[in-house]
C-alpha cells in the first residue's frame, strides 16, 4: 500500500508498546487538484502520522513523508497543494484507511460503546465518539435504491417510555430509515417521498396502517409474518387448553396402525400431561410479565397491544426484518415443537417474509 501511495519505508523504531514506521516520499510531481495541470515543482514537505491496525500486540504508527507542490498555473488559485495520499488515508484523518475500516465494521455491528470497548480490547484504541465519526464519515451507496418492498414497525428505545420507527427494506434486509416517535404523519411524510413503495407490511396498529392510506393509497398492505404466527400461535394454544379433556377422550377411541390408543393410554397420557403443565408454566409467565409490566405500558391502547409490548416484543421484532420474519427468541428458544416447525416451514416460503392478509 505504501509503494502505491509513492512512498518507501526508511526505518522503523520500536519503543515500548509503539512501532513507528517512517516512510519517504518518492513522488516527483504531482496533478493540481484545482486545474488538473501536473506540477513538478517541490514546495515543502511534512510529516503525517497515521495509526494504523496492531500488530504482534504492539500498535502501529506510519510517519509518511507528503510533498507539497507549487502550481505552475498563474491562473490557478491555488497556489500550492500537497500530493494525494487518500488510497492510504482520508483528507485530515490520523488513522489509515485500513483501520477507519475496521472501526467502521465494528461500529456497525455493535454500536458506539461496545464497538469502543471491543477495538480496545483488540488493540485498536479509539473513542465511542470516534467510532460514531467514522460510521458517519463513510461515503453513502452511490445509487440509492428504490424500495419497493419494506416493512414498518415501532421499537424501544427506553422500554415503556420512548418509542421509535424502524423502515426496513425487506427486499434487500436492511434498515432504511429510523426516526424518533411513531407518530403517522411523520410515517406519511415518509412514504410520500417514496412512491416506489408498492407493498407495505406492518403491524395490525392503526397509526401506520393508516399514515399508508393516507400516503401511498395504491399500495397494498399486509400484516407482517411475526404477528400472524403469534396470533396463530396464541389461538392454537388457547384452543387446545380449552378442549383439554375432548381431546384425551377422543385420543382414546383413535386407532393408530391397527393398535387402539387406549393401549398405550399412560404413554398418551405422560405426554398430555407433560403437554399442559408446559402450557401452564407458559401461561403463569405470561400473566406474570403482563402484571408487572402492564404499569409500565401505555394507557389508552388495546389490551393485546400492551400485552405484546410487556412481553417484550418489540425487541423481537427488531430481529424481525433480518431473519426473514421469524424473530431468534421464537425459533431456538422454548417455544414448542409445532410452532417451531411452523415457523420454520413458513421462513421458506417467500423472500420477502411477507405472508398476505
Ligand atoms: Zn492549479
Not at 510531481?29 to 503525517?48: E, L, T
Request: glycine share 8%; net charge positive.
Amino acid at each position: 500500500m505504501l509503494a502505491r501511495v509513492g512512498k518507501r519505508v526508511v526505518s522503523s523504531d520500536a519503543r515500548g508498546e509503539t512501532v513507528t514506521v517512517e516512510a519517504c516520499s518518492t513522488v516527483r510531481a504531482a496533478p493540481c487538484p484545482a486545474c488538473h495541470r501536473w506540477s513538478h515543482r517541490i514546495h515543502g514537505s511534512y510529516v503525517r502520522r497515521l495509526e494504523e491496525r496492531p500488530m504482534l500486540d504492539q500498535r502501529v504508527v506510519l510517519a509518511v513523508e507528503v510533498r507539497r507542490f507549487k502550481c505552475a498555473n498563474a491562473g490557478c488559485p491555488r497556489r500550492t497543494f500537497a500530493e494525494n495520499i487518500h488510497a492510504l488515508a482520508g483528507r485530515h484523518q490520523r488513522r489509515t484507511r485500513s483501520q477507519a475500516r475496521a472501526l467502521h465494521a465494528l461500529g456497525h455491528a455493535l454500536g458506539g460503546e461496545a464497538a469502543a470497548r471491543l477495538a480496545n480490547a483488540l488493540g485498536l484504541r479509539t473513542s465511542a465518539d470516534t467510532v460514531l465519526r467514522e460510521l458517519r464519515r463513510a461515503p453513502e451507496r452511490k445509487r440509492k435504491p428504490r424500495p419497493r418492498v419494506v416493512g414498518i414497525d415501532d421499537w424501544a428505545i427506553a422500554r415503556g417510555h420512548q418509542y421509535g420507527t424502524i423502515i426496513v427494506d425487506l427486499e434487500r434486509r436492511e434498515p432504511i430509515e429510523v426516526f424518533a416517535g411513531r407518530e403517522g404523519t411523520a410515517v406519511a411524510a415518509w412514504m410520500r417521498a417514496h412512491p416506489s413503495i408498492e407493498i407495505v407490511a406492518r403491524d395490525r396498529a392503526g397509526a401506520y396502517s393508516e399514515a399508508v392510506d393516507i400516503a401511498l393509497p395504491a399500495a397494498t398492505q399486509v400484516s407482517d409474518r411475526w404477528h400472524l404466527l403469534c396470533n396463530l400461535r396464541d389461538n392454537v394454544e388457547r384452543l387446545l387448553c380449552r378442549l383439554g379433556s375432548q381431546l384425551r377422550q377422543a385420543a382414546q377411541q383413535v386407532e393408530v396402525r391397527g393398535v387402539t390408543l387406549d393401549r398405550q393410554r399412560e404413554r398418551s397420557r405422560n405426554s398430555l400431561w407433560s403437554w399442559q403443565r408446559l402450557s401452564d408454566q407458559r401461561r403463569a409467565s405470561r400473566v406474570g410479565a403482563v402484571r408487572a409490566g402492564y404499569g409500565a405500558t401505555r394507557p389508552g391502547r388495546h389490551d393485546e397491544r400492551n400485552r405484546a409490548r410487556a412481553l417484550n416484543r418489540p425487541s423481537n421484532r427488531a430481529q424481525l426484518h433480518h431473519r426473514g420474519g421469524v424473530p431468534r427468541a421464537r425459533t431456538q428458544g422454548a417455544g414448542s415443537d409445532a410452532f417451531r416447525s411452523l415457523s420454520q416451514r413458513y421462513r421458506g416460503t417467500n423472500r420477502a417474509g411477507l405472508s398476505l392478509s
